[in-house]
């Protein structure tokens, strides 16, 4: 316990896959913000700053209301930045555990077609010098420059 008498948490740390597969733009109040390595897909994922969440249900009140702000603004800078016909918001965390929000920037003809991302192109690696064009692009947009 700390002097105020709580539990001290474990301190928050990023999944290793998460930090394997992704660069990071930058912390918004809530949430770290990185760009998935996978050129296949213009593609976001936000992960909430806060140790041991697994739902967005796990947040509380006040942090759910932050997450569905950040997504708001990730998904409205991605729109722009991209120019995509659709977005895709999801939570799954089916092989990740860790909560987190990808938000991924659809076209008619990406790799994928109408159906979900996952599992229908190996991930690409970006040309020389896109992903930080992309990354510092993104990052203006969402105001982490």
Not at 33 to 58: F, Q, T
Not at 90 to 111: C, E, K, M, S, W
Request: hydrophobic share 50%; with cysteine; aromatic share 4%.
């Amino acid at each position: 316990m700390d002097a105020a008498g709580a539990m001290n948490s474990p301190p928050w740390s990023l999944d290793p896959r998460l930090d394997r597969d992704t660069a990071t733009l930058g912390d918004l109040p809530l949430c770290r913000a990185l760009v998935m390595k996978d050129a296949n897909y213009s593609w976001l994922i936000l992960v909430p700053r806060r140790p041991g969440m697994v739902e967005i249900i796990d947040l509380d009140a006040s942090d759910q209301a932050a997450l569905m702000g950040e997504i708001e603004l990730a998904a409205r800078a991605l729109k722009v930045v991209t120019r995509c016909d659709k977005l895709n918001v999801a939570a799954l965390g089916n092989t990740v555990p860790q909560l987190h929000v990808h938000i991924i920037a659809r076209f008619r003809d990406d790799a994928a077609g109408a159906r979900p991302v996952w599992g229908v192109a190996p991930a690409k690696a970006y040309d020389d010098g896109e992903l930080e064009r992309f990354a510092a692009a993104m990052r203006r947009a969402i105001g982490l420059d």
